[in-house]
């Protein structure tokens, strides 16, 4: 048996308390929103993994850490999956950082697939998710409530391994591994 896991880039605390301050007036109950103790950029889900693959995951993530400089990632800008007729997800973008999280994002998928994990493929979208709909919304006016979040913006030191447990209140995250990023060449 295996544990449900995904690599995220998470925003420090400070960041996460404005955008928390800015949503919560304006949540309603026909959406879901994500708890802001588990608001991340998603760099790759991994899905079920069994223990000795996990294993060999963090081995293989520590020179992609190593080779990754910090970067300044900034969030700002609404957008919804799959579209605004019919939202299921509703986000906020990045305005800056966003190749440097593709990059990651794709280093990331190569260490987990030489490790043994499938990972599916397909066009990375970096965003932080902030609610769910199951049926399905009309967006618009959230995406123009959202396009008025001032930007955010963070300095990327570490980008973390999650263990993702589904549960009947919700998903219960627990940080697995952190792996620090440095200048190309350390390690």
Not at 120 to 132: E, F, V
Not at 134 to 162: K, Q
Request: glycine share 10%; aromatic share 8%; hydrophobic share 40%.
């Amino acid at each position: 048996m295996g544990r449900r896991l995904f690599l995220a880039v998470r925003p420090p605390a400070s960041v996460s308390a404005e955008l928390a301050i800015y949503t919560e007036p304006r949540r309603e109950a026909a959406l879901r929103w994500a708890n802001p103790e588990h608001w991340h950029l998603t760099l790759v889900f991994l899905g079920e993994v069994s223990d000795d693959r996990t294993d060999h995951l963090v081995e293989n993530l520590g020179p992609v850490a190593a080779e990754t400089p910090p970067f300044d990632v900034t969030v700002g800008g609404a957008g919804c999956f799959p579209h605004p007729d019919a939202a299921k997800v509703l986000w906020l973008g990045i305005r800056q950082g966003g190749a440097e999280l593709e990059s990651l994002a794709r280093r990331c998928r190569t260490a987990a697939s030489r490790a043994g994990i499938g990972v599916a493929g397909g066009r990375y979208q970096p965003h932080l998710t902030l609610a769910r709909s199951n049926r399905g919304i009309a967006a618009r006016r959230w995406l123009n409530v959202l396009e008025s979040f001032p930007s955010l913006s963070w300095r990327v030191g570490e980008f973390v391994l999650i263990d993702s447990e589904l549960t009947r209140g919700g998903p219960r995250h627990r940080v697995s591994e952190r792996f620090e990023v440095g200048e190309p060449g350390r390690a």
